[in-house]
Nanobody, 126 residues
Framework: QVQLTESGGASVQAGGSLRLSCLASGLAVARYSVAWFRRAPGNEREFVAAYFRTGHNKYYSDPVKGRFTISRDGTKNTVTLEMNGLKPEDTAVYYC???????????????????WGQGTQVTVSS
């Protein structure tokens, strides 16, 4: 049974930093495409960052490029998202997702992922 469990969400002031973690069970993060998405109130789920299942390239959305860093640890079976220079517009519920069959062109599409965590709230105040 696959389970993804996010943690690390909190309320911070603009300019601050947070580190989100996603602990996976029932799958190996090193062999899956793994991603972070977020959903702000009233908005659709939005791609944030990802690894494709092969290779070590990291993919980011333009709004977070240069501020956020995705990493994965095959030993601990975790995926983390380091978030620096947080802005109020980063406020959202952040979700971890995984899939082992999506193609690279669909990496940024939430519909391509089979497995999801329950989400963790990040609130950035100005």
């Amino acid at each position: 049974q696959v389970q993804l469990t996010e943690s690390g969400g909190a309320s911070v002031q603009a300019g601050g930093s947070l580190r989100l973690s996603c602990l996976a069970s029932g799958l190996a993060v090193a062999r899956y495409s793994v991603a972070w998405f977020r959903r702000a109130p009233g908005n659709e789920r939005e791609f944030v960052a990802a690894y494709f299942r092969t290779g070590h390239n990291k993919y980011y959305s333009d709004p977070v490029k240069g501020r956020f860093t995705i990493s994965r640890d095959g030993t601990k079976n975790t995926v983390t998202l380091e978030m620096n220079g947080l802005k109020p517009e980063d406020t959202a519920v952040y979700y971890c997702a995984a899939d082992n069959s999506l193609i690279l062109s669909t990496l940024r599409s939430p519909n391509a992922y089979d497995y999801w965590g329950q989400g963790t709230q990040v609130t950035v105040s100005s």
